[in-house]
């Protein structure tokens, strides 16, 4: 199983980026999608997460500007990031918690980070 993560990069204060991860391999079913950041010299943090019931949440820094949405066909996870700031900057990373064929248990598995600049 692999994650892939795209659509990183420079971006302005007040723009938007949109990310995407795709999940290949044996996969079964897909429980839990996330985005997590990490900035430098700080904690990876969970920034945005849907589950498989299509419930969302989000962290208070992001709340009314950061959409999380998933299309589990295609197995894959978005992130629509609006109004972004220059705090948002980080390496953004995407997590799925899933269940392989043949296996009777949920496993997490990362994407390789994509980095999100906001700048002027």
């Known amino acids: 199983v692999q994650l892939q993560a795209s659509g990183g990069g420079l971006v302005q204060p007040g723009g938007s980026l949109r990310l995407s991860c795709a999940a290949s391999?044996?996969?079964?079913?897909?429980?839990?999608m996330n985005w997590y950041r990490q900035a430098p010299g700080e904690q990876r943090e969970l920034v945005a997460s849907t589950t498989s019931d299509g419930s969302t949440a989000y962290t208070d820094s992001v709340k009314g500007r950061f959409t999380i949405s998933r299309d589990n066909a295609k197995k894959m996870v978005y992130l629509q990031m609006n109004s972004l700031k220059p705090e948002d900057t980080a390496v953004y990373y995407c997590n799925m918690r899933l269940q392989r064929y043949r296996d009777s248990y949920l496993l997490n598995y990362w994407g390789q980070g994509t980095q999100v600049t906001v700048s002027s």
């Open positions: 391999g044996s996969i079964f079913s897909i429980n839990a």
